[in-house]
């Protein structure tokens, strides 16, 4: 089924440990981006990209990091993770072509808990 | 900057009862909204999007529209279900390459 597959579903980490949060979509979104959900902040975003080799910041990106080197795939890099990124992380992407936009897709999540 | 309100946070109604779940938005000049339904620990399902040229959309027994001038749009689920227990966000997308705004959703408990 064509859509947003986000990998891995569970993790646990220890402060200051490292790790990378995949996400692939398989319907040729020049648009991807990254969300962190927590309970009474909603969904806040962490990074987006329009294209591949092309990133930018969104609300709450330090901490994080991003790079687009394809179409599909885009990674979401915790470089030290600490306690506050305990939270759901969501890939969700878009078509922003004109008469191609049938909105965002969103993955089933990632649930990383920093202990 | 966009802001996206959604009152109240939570609804409990009677199975079968016909609700309507409101979204407001500060700035006017959108170019799409976007329903979602996430139900506990799952992702975020699309539920209607509604372009900026259009007034409603529909997909079974759910109705959104879209009034720009007033910064509002209402989720109509007609005949509700335990089922349909879950949480609605909505959410605004500005302009063609911009990100979405997002509401904090509603929680709606249908009892049986």
């Known amino acids: 089924n064509a859509g947003v597959t986000q990998t891995p579903k569970f993790q646990v980490l220890k402060t200051g440990q490292s790790m990378t949060l995949q996400c692939a979509q398989d319907?040729?979104?020049?648009?991807m981006s990254w969300y962190r959900q927590d309970p009474g902040m909603g969904l806040r975003l962490i990074h987006y990209?329009?294209?591949?080799?092309?990133?930018d910041q969104g609300e709450v990106p330090n901490g994080y990091n991003v790079s687009r080197s394809t179409t599909e795939d885009f990674p979401l890099r915790l470089l030290s993770a600490a306690p506050s990124q305990t939270s759901v992380y969501f890939c969700?992407?878009?078509?922003?072509?004109?008469?191609?936009?049938?909105?965002?897709?969103f993955g089933s999540g990632t649930r990383l808990t920093v202990v | 900057k966009q802001e996206v309100t959604q009152i109240p946070a939570a609804l409990s109604v009677p199975e079968g009862e016909n609700l309507v779940l409101n979204c407001s938005f500060t700035?006017?000049?959108?170019?799409?909204l976007q329903w979602f339904r996430q139900d506990p620990g799952k992702g975020l399902t699309s539920l209607l999007l509604?372009?900026?040229?259009?007034r409603e959309q529909t997909s079974g027994r759910l109705n959104a529209s879209l009034d720009k001038s007033s910064g509002r749009s209402t989720l109509y689920i007609a005949a509700s279900q335990p089922g349909d227990s879950a949480t609605y966000l909505c959410?605004?997308?500005?302009?063609?390459?911009?990100?979405?705004?997002f509401g904090k959703g509603i929680t709606l408990s249908v009892r049986p």
């Open positions: 990209s329009v294209g591949a080799g092309i990133t």
């Open positions: 969700a992407s878009s078509s922003h072509t004109p008469g191609q936009d049938y909105g965002y897709t």
């Open positions: 509604i372009q900026s040229s259009q």
């Open positions: 959410a605004v997308k500005t302009g063609a390459n911009s990100k979405l705004t």
């Open positions: 700035d006017s000049a959108i170019y799409n």
């Open positions: 319907m040729n979104h020049e648009y």
